[in-house]
C-alpha cells in the first residue's frame, strides 16, 4: 500500500485563500478559491437541462456588458476565472446578437487542435445542431465544416493564419476571438500581430476579442491602442469605436479546493502515482486528471497505477486513460467517453488537457508542477524538449480543470512556499523567444510582410533568432539569393505546406528532383505526426521485436517507419487492424499517418503535381529516399564519435541514438545519420534517424556544406 503524503489543509476564510493567490498585478484573479460560488453550487447542481446550466456560468450575467463591449469596441480583452464560460458562451452570445446574420463566421482560435475539436463538439450539443453544420472546427489535418453554413467555427491560431494565405483580410469572419492568448504559442503571436494590421483596414466590420483566465490584460490593451483604431473611425454614418478594452467575468460555478504537499517530494512520478492511489482509496468518487511532462512520464505512470493497483485488493475499479499530443483524434476523444458505473476513470495528460478543455466528471486534478517545452538552441540548430517547473500561469490553467461540473480538489505536488517562490514564473517563457522562428518567417513572408525587422510584433523575437530562420530558409532554397523574398518555384510551395520547412522541403524535393513521392508522402506522414508505430504489449516484447525485424532496415528509422507504413497501405482495408494486431503495430498511428500523407498529397495535387507523379516509387533504390530526407533535414546531419555519441558536423553537444531507435542495439553504428528530432532527458537522445552518406551532403546543401567529409 502506498504511503499517504502529508499535504496542507487547504484554508478555511476566504481573506488566507484570496492571499494565498498572485496578486491581480501579474494577470492573476484573485478570487479563485473564493467560496462564494457555494451559492451558485446549490442550485447548479439542479440544472437539469442544458439551457439551465448555460443561464449559470458565470459567462451569463456579463452577457449584456459583453455584447455591449464588443458593439463598442473594437478589441475586447476579456479576463475570466477558468469554467466561467469563455470559450463555449462568447461565440453562442455573439451568434444570438446576430454577428453572422450577414453570412460571416465567428472564428475563435484555440493554441491546441483537441481543445477546437472538442468546444465545437460541445458547443454543436449545447445548440442543438449536427457538427460540421452551424458550429464547425478546423484544425491542421482534420476538419469538420461547412463554408455555406457553418457560423461559429473553432480553429487553431495556425490554421486561422493558413486562411490569412487566401483571404488576407480574414473577410470571411465578423468576429475573431483569440482564445487562451495567456499561451503565447508563435501562432497566437502572430496572429495578433496580423489582426491588428488587418484591423486597419477592416475598421469597422470586425471585432476582435482576446480571452484568457491568467493573462496581463494592460499589455494586450497597450499593444491594440496603439493601432489608434479609433481616431480612424468616426463618419457620420459610422460609430465612432473606441480602443481596446478590459471586461472581467468574476466567479465560478463550483468551489476548487487547492492542497500544497508540506514538504517538497523527490520524485514528482512516484508522488504522482501516490496521489491517484491515496484518492482512489480515501476520496469518494470522482474521476482523476493528473498532469505529467511527457509520454514517456505518462507511459511509465500508467504501468507504475497499474502494478501498485493490481497488488491492491479491490482496486479494479480504476480505469486508466492516456491523453498527449502524439495520440490519433480517436484515441483522444476515448479520454471524454462516459465511464460505466462504479468505475473511476483515472487520465495521465500532458499540457495538452490545461487549456479549454472539460472532461465530465473530472473531480480531483494532481499537478506534478513539470512540463516539458521544447527549446531551440540557434547556435547548434537544435531542438530539446527540456523539463522544467511549470508557470504559475499553468498552475491556474491545470486547477481549472477541477471544479467545471461539480466541486473540485487540485493536489499540487509541490509546496505553497515553492509556488510562492522564484522556481514558478508568473508566465510562460513566448515560443517566440524559444523556439525556431523558420515556420513563422515564412508565413510572414508569404504574406508578403518582407520587412521582418520592422513588423509590429506583439513582442519582438530575439535578433539571433531571426537570422536563424532566415538562413535556414535560404539554406533550404526558399529565399532568393541575398534578398529576403521567397523564391516562386519553391519558397512559395513550402508556405502552402501546413508542415515545418524542413519537412515540407523533403517533399517538394522529392517530387522535384528525386521522384520517389511514394516513400516521401509516408516518410513525412510519420514525422508530422511524431509517434512510433510500434508497440510492445505486455508480457510479449520478446515476440514485439521479433516481429519488428520484418519492418527493420540498417537505415534507420525513418525508412523502417516508411516499410510500416507502405505494407499498411498496401493491406485491404478492412483487414488492416487485425494485420496490425499481428505485427505489433498500432493502427491508430499508422491510419493517421496514412491520413496525414494523403492530405499532404492533395496538397501537392493542387499545387500542380500529378497524380501519377505522387505514387512515383523509389523501389529498392532507398538512397533516393534518404538523399531525398537528407537534403531537407540536413542541418540534422551528425558523426559518430569513438565514445559511441554523435556530433552535428557544425558542432555542438554529444547526441546519442535514443533506445526506441532500431540502431539502438546495434554494435556497427553508422559513421553518419541525420535524426528529425533531438530530445533531452537523461542524455541529448536523437529520434527518427536515418543513415546517411556524407558525400550527399555537399551535393544537397551545398551553401551550408562547403566539403563535409
Ligand atoms: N464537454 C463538456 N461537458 C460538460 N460540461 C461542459 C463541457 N464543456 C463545457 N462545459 C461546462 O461549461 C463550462 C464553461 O466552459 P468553457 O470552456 O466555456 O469555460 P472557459 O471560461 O472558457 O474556461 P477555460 O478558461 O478553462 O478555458 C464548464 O465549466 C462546464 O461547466
Known sequence: ????????????????????????????IRSYYNRSSSVANDTAN??????????????????????YAIEKHSVVIVVGEPGSGKSTQLPQYLYEAGWSANGKTIGCTQPRRIAAAMLAQRVSEEMGVELGTTVGYSVR?????????????????????????????????????????????????????????????????????????????ERFRAYFDSNDVAATTTTAETPTLGSATI????????????????????????????????????????????????????????ADTHELAQNNDGLGSMMLVPLSAGLSQEEQRQVFDPMPAGKRKVVFSTNVAETSVTIDGIVYVVDCGFVKQRVFDSVTGIDKLVTQPISRSSAVQRAGRAGRTQPGKVYRLYTYEAFKSGLFSPHDVPEVCRLSLAPMVLTLMALGVNNLVRFDYFQPPPPELLSHALEQLASLGALEPQRAVLTPDFGIYLAELPLDPKLGACLLNAAQKFHCLREALAAVGMLAIGSDPFVVPNGQRAEAELDKRDFMVQEGDVLTFVNALVAYQETPAKLRS????????????????DRVSRQLEGYLIRMGYSRERCRQSCGQDFSRLQKCLTSGLFANAAKLEVDGSYRLFRGGPALWVHPSSVLFPETAKPKFVMFAEAMETTKLYMRGITAIDSTWLAEVAPHYYSEAK
Open 1 to 28: 500500500m502506498t504511503a499517504k503524503r502529508s499535504y496542507q489543509e487547504p484554508a478555511t476564510t476566504v481573506s488566507r485563500r484570496e492571499n494565498d493567490f498572485p496578486s491581480n498585478d501579474d494577470g492573476f
Open 46 to 67: 439542479k440544472a437539469s437541462t442544458i439551457e439551465e446550466q448555460r443561464r449559470q456560468l458565470p459567462a451569463f450575467s456579463h452577457k449584456k456588458q459583453l455584447l
Open 141 to 217: 489535418f482534420s476538419d469538420a465544416f461547412n463554408p455555406e453554413t457553418t457560423r461559429i467555427k473553432y480553429l487553431t491560431d495556425g490554421t486561422l493564419i493558413r486562411e490569412c494565405l487566401a483571404d488576407p483580410l480574414l473577410s470571411a469572419y465578423s468576429v475573431i476571438m483569440v482564445d487562451e492568448a495567456q499561451d503565447r504559442s508563435i501562432a497566437t503571436d502572430m496572429l495578433l500581430a496580423l489582426l491588428k494590421k488587418i484591423l486597419r483596414k477592416r475598421k469597422n466590420d470586425l471585432r476582435v476579442v482576446i480571452s484568457s483566465a491568467s493573462l496581463d490584460a
Open 247 to 302: 471586461l472581467s467575468i468574476s466567479g465560478r460555478l463550483f468551489p476548487v479546493d487547492v492542497h500544497y504537499l508540506t514538504t517538497p517530494c523527490e520524485n514528482y512520478l512516484t508522488a504522482s502515482v501516490e496521489a491517484v492511489m491515496n484518492i482512489h482509496m480515501h476520496e469518494p468518487a470522482g474521476d482523476i486528471l493528473v498532469f505529467l511532462p511527457g509520454k514517456d512520464d505518462i507511459a511509465q505512470a500508467l
Open 578 to 593: 487485425q494485420w496490425c494486431r499481428l505485427h505489433f503495430l498500432s493502427s491508430r498511428t499508422l491510419e493517421q499517418a
